[in-house]
Antibody, heavy 122, light 108 residues
Framework: EVQLVESGGGLVKPGGSLRLSCAAS????????MNWVRQAPGKGLEWVSY????????YYADSLKGRFTISRDNAKNSLYLQMDSLRADDTAVYYC???????????????WGQGTMVTVSS | EIVMTQSPATLSVSPGERATLSCRAS??????LAWYQQKPGQAPRLLIY???TRATAIPARFSGSGSGTEFTLTISSLQSEDFAVYYC??????????FGGGTKVEIK
């Protein structure tokens, strides 16, 4: 079964850090580009970051202003999001999501994890 | 950044009726447009990609159309499990990938 499972969310104080993980299974992880998408409580979907299959291309939403770092370990079938200098408006469910087509530069997101909740509060 | 605008924000439909959801892009995205369904407490699910192609295992009652800046998602006969929030997303001109604000389809 093709699956993505996020972990690492939790409660963190403003200014703190958190590292999210996304474990992939059921497909050849190393051939797919991956994304992080977040959803604040009661709000819509917001794209956060993208990483190509070999980590050659990495992009972020401008709103993050260098606070987040995406990475992946293809040997471990895992995707990561390091989040630093967290703010209250980073509070959201964070989803990892797979590009539909392997190796493609851009496509729809066909597989999503169940999400992990990040709460930034003092 | 391409802005995606969905309308209406809420659509009240009776089971068995047809639902038509709209999505407009601030500039042309060709056919690089996807639709997602999200139910409460669940992750989004891909319904349509390339504006009109149904994703794997998506029922035929879901159809997508349009190109350029105007897109439509049609649910031909609403079933109880179709009441949800629907999002459009463009992947033509990025980063960033951008989503519409969503349309909530509720029971009339």
């Amino acid at each position: 079964e093709v699956q993505l499972v996020e972990s690492g969310g939790g409660l963190v104080k403003p200014g703190g850090s958190l590292r999210l993980s996304c474990a992939a299974s059921g497909f050849i992880f190393s051939t797919y580009s991956m994304n992080w998408v977040r959803q604040a409580p009661g709000k819509g979907l917001e794209w956060v970051s993208y990483i190509s299959s070999s980590s050659s291309f990495i992009y972020y939403a401008d709103s993050l202003k260098g606070r987040f770092t995406i990475s992946r370990d293809n040997a471990k079938n895992s995707l990561y999001l390091q989040m630093d200098s967290l703010r209250a408006d980073d509070t959201a469910v964070y989803y990892c999501a797979r590009d539909r087509v392997p190796v493609a530069a851009n496509d729809a997101l066909d597989i999503w994890g169940q999400g992990t909740m990040v709460t930034v509060s003092s | 950044e391409i802005v995606m605008t969905q309308s209406p924000a809420t659509l009240s439909v009776s089971p068995g009726e047809r639902a038509t959801l709209s999505c407009r892009a601030s500039q042309s995205v060709s056919s690089d447009l996807a639709w997602y369904q999200q139910k409460p407490g669940q992750a989004p699910r891909l319904l349509i990609y390339a504006a009109s192609t149904r994703a794997t295992a998506i029922p035929a009652r879901f159809s997508g159309s349009g190109s350029g800046t105007e897109f439509t998602l049609t649910i031909s006969s609403l079933q109880s499990e179709d009441f949800a929030v629907y999002y459009c997303q463009q992947y033509n001109n990025w980063p960033p990938l951008t989503f519409g604000g969503g349309t909530k389809v509720e029971i009339k």
